[in-house]
């Protein structure tokens, strides 16, 4: 997600900036975005916040649920989380075939992508330290059981690896942003490498997911993009729709190694996205199920 003012020079870096991915040019895909009024706008926030703070507060309570039960709860809470936001859902796909361990993947756009693939496909996020201090979204992450990544630290990375084989291997479910960075949806980024050795030392299959939003620019957070000012355009925009497309399983036992392997999950997700009929920004689409943070490695 967003980098620090000196990164290291081996992060991977996106060329979005929120002056470039929030302008909406004439004619570009997201020409005609319609602005809901600062009223609306505001009452949405107020929601969006209100009820991540209920979540938190609930959170020790539903620990004593039985696993079950607590999982439902989260998975209704993520997608009350997004719609109280003003975002409308559709998800493709079948999430409840897909069952063992998996190394799930998804090109990386927006803070949002978190609770959207968090209630279809629950799971151990892999994110980058500096989210587990950000306001409200860092407690949440933490409560999630998010495994945290120092990027500033290469030789960490080995020991993340490590950690998410473990979940893999014990039957779990792990869900990274392998771009490295979010990119605005204009353009993505290549897959990292470094996740999916998770995938081969623990013998799992990697599910690719894809996701837009329409209008692109309002969800875009990239760059040096201010939280706030991030989620002052998502509620301010009057019809903001989220699409999650659930793809097929890639078996990692067919690839001898983690950048093939990365590669075949990023050729599905940018051939799927290349079929995608261009959508418009007035879609309506309703919110049903159908599941954190970035993650800067290496290749």
């Keep these: 997600m967003n980098g620090s003012t000196a990164p290291s020079p081996w992060l991977p870096t996106a060329p979005c900036t929120p002056g470039h991915c929030a302008a909406h040019p004439p004619g570009g895909r997201d020409h005609g975005w319609e602005r809901a009024g600062a009223v609306l706008a505001a009452a949405r ?134 771009e490295g960075s979010t990119w605005c949806g204009r353009a993505r980024g290549r897959f990292r490498a470094a996740a999916f050795q998770a995938a081969l030392d623990s013998g799992c299959a990697v599910l690719p997911v894809r996701i837009d939003y329409r209008p692109t620019g309002a969800a875009a957070y990239v760059a040096d993009d201010p939280l706030g000012a991030s989620l002052w355009r998502v509620v301010s925009a009057r019809r903001m729709v989220a699409n999650i497309r659930i793809l097929d399983p890639i078996s990692s036992i067919r690839y001898p190694d983690r950048r093939s392997l990365a590669a075949a999950a990023q050729r599905a997700v940018a051939r799927d996205s290349a079929n995608l009929p261009s959508s418009s920004v007035h879609q309506r689409a309703s919110s049903r199920s159908a599941a954190a943070s970035s993650f800067r490695t290496p290749a």
């Excluded at 609930?58 to 936001?85: C, I, N, Q, S, T």
């Excluded at 201090?133 to 630290?153: E, H, Q, V, Y």
């Excluded at 030789?155 to 473990?166: E, F, H, K, N, Q």
């Design 45 to 178: 926030l107020t929601a969006g916040i209100g009820t991540v703070l209920v979540g938190i507060l609930l959170a020790p309570a539903a620990g004593l649920l039985p696993a079950a039960v607590r999982l439902a709860l989260v998975r209704g809470w993520l997608r009350a989380v997004v719609r109280a936001f003003g975002v409308r859902v559709r998800y493709e796909g079948t999430a409840a075939a897909v069952d063992g361990p998996l190394l799930v993947v998804a090109n990386h756009v927006s803070w949002l992508d978190i609770p959207l693939v968090a209630a279809v496909l629950p799971g151990r996020m892999v994110a980058k330290a500096e989210v587990r201090r950000w306001p409200l979204l860092g407690t949440l992450a933490a409560l999630g059981g998010t495994l945290f990544i120092d990027r500033d630290r290469l030789r960490a990375l080995p020991g993340t690896v490590r950690a998410m084989s473990g979940v893999l291997g014990g039957g779990g479910r792990v869900v990274v942003f392998p």
